[in-house]
């Protein structure tokens, strides 16, 4: 064992527990009588097995010997008390660097959405300080003000942008009064940007560009940059809520959307039901909408159909979540404009009927618009009672829609606001619907609609007819084919909009894209199909007098088919797909397939 020990002047003075013995001059140690004057410190080995030796009343419950011939066992060095001390702060200073307080762990512990959430957004919050910087020095100006965010880069709760208060533009803008007073109080997750209170008075401000952005508009982050923000959640143990818009069912469907869910379990909602045709019935529609889903071989947990306009089916959803949760984060999936925001103002309010957390969440919900690409970074929202977080997250842009050709100002024209109502040609008397006379020919005709499709009737029966469903916003005009193109020339940008006016036409790439199309109709009791155009709606393809057999039973013995073309931009796709059973027709034409009992253990179950 080891003691220390301190040399004075005139002798030693040797502390031990319960042991203080004084040493006689004669007694100290060679080394010892070499140091300076100055207090020395050096270690003593004891033995409780050595008897004592020349000590003044030595104690004889303990026993020690001082190993004054072992010089490698006495340590002298000088003692300095301040600078003793400053190395004790500087090894505990070390110490508080070099451990951090740990964030939680169990159920307090952050998840890896939330982990990612606070990287993604202190790497916005630093490009915009270097984008800052940038344009300081190009201007040779020194600038005070700058580019100010918060320390834990709060965001805005309407579109996720960062906050900022340099470029008045761009996402995230607070006035720097607003910013200090906010952040002084604690306050910046409260605030809302500049740019989402113009939307929610409906100006029309974009901010994406790129691969499925758009052409006209500011644009401030490119719809690859979006899709990056989503790339965790196929590593994330978490629950999907994938949504689809049912006027665009096909193009809003993202057939892979298992490259951003991974292996995690999905719930398909279904949006805007509402704007269906009256009288649809939604037993048929839900029938419709699992045929297609197991067909385009997604696995999903639930179908539910809703409208977060009348929160019809919103109640379905709620349960789901709340049955399938297990404390995991929810994640609201879908393409742009297909209606997320709204679903999540409209679930928080079915919610906080019941749960007080939900309540107070709609105080700071995210902002509707019918701008696609409202959401510009993953908005966390405190919903649920028993843990877990809601994400609400920037829609993925794809490049096949309308709305990635079309200029900014004509995006509200892409939008259904009231119920779609079908547009028939050519247009049907009662006679011809009674069948008495022969319905109108359309072979030899075009039909535009808008400037962004263009069908061309080239081989049909006479009793074929079609069938606009979409926006009441793009006209619909009947040519000859042989007038179709001096027509779109002439008209583009005046009668055929979007794009709407001279300017926008001129800079307009045109319909560069031609699909033929060769249609076989089978049962003439039910429309051919359905030709959906990806952003924009869909054309329903049948026959009038489709109850009587004698109607078309020669063209379908001869094997005659539906020859149409259509003309679209480049980038945008076209789908043919099973009739949609719409409108009072569609629930007395439409036949539920018989299914073996594999196969309705295996599809899903939709819920309205």
Known sequence: ????????????????????????????????????????????????????????????????????????????????????????????????????????????????????????????????????????????????????????????????????????????????????????????????????RLLSHGHMITAVGGHGGYSGGKQFISAEELREKLSHLRHEKALIVKLVDIVDFNGSFLARIRDLAGANPIILVITKIDLLPKETDLNCIGDWVVEATTKKKLNVLSIHLTSSKSLVGIAGVVSEIQKEKKGRDVYILGSANVGKSAFINALLKMMAQKDPVAAVARKYKPIQSAVPGTTLGPIQIDAFLGGGKLFDTPGVHLHHRQAAVVHSEDLPALAPQSRLRGQIFPVASQKTMSCETEASDLNGFSFFWGGLVRIDVLKVHPSTRLTFYGPKALRIHMVPTTQADEFYQQELGVLLTPPTGKQSAENWEGLQTVRQLQINFEDRRRPVCDVAISGLGWVTVDFFCTMHEGSISGSEESGEKLQLAIHIPKPVEIFVRPPMPVGKAGGEWYEYRELTEKEQELRPKWYF
């Open 1 to 196: 064992m080891f003691c220390n020990a301190t040399v004075l002047k005139g002798g030693c003075l040797l502390t031990y527990p319960d042991t203080v013995k004084h040493l006689k001059p004669k007694q100290t140690f060679p080394r010892a009588s070499m140091a300076p004057k100055s207090l020395l410190t050096f270690s003593v080995s004891l033995s409780p097995f050595c008897a004592p030796s020349k000590l003044a009343n030595p104690n004889p419950n303990f026993l020690f010997r001082i190993h004054h011939h072992l010089p490698t066992l006495v340590i002298c060095k000088a003692t300095n008390s301040q600078s003793q001390q400053q190395k004790q702060n500087s090894e505990a200073q070390y110490f508080s660097f070099s451990v951090a307080e740990p964030e939680g762990t169990g159920a307090a512990a952050p998840t890896r959405g939330q982990i990612f959430l606070e990287r993604q957004q202190s790497i916005e919050a630093a490009a915009l300080v270097l984008a800052s910087n940038k344009k300081k020095k190009k201007k040779g100006k020194s600038s005070s003000a700058g580019l100010k965010l918060s320390p834990a880069s709060a965001s805005c709760y309407g579109c996720g942008a960062p906050l900022q208060t340099s470029e008045v533009d761009a996402p995230g803008y607070v006035e720097p009064d607003t910013y200090e007073l906010k952040k002084k109080h604690r306050q910046l997750r409260t605030v809302l940007c500049g740019r989402c």
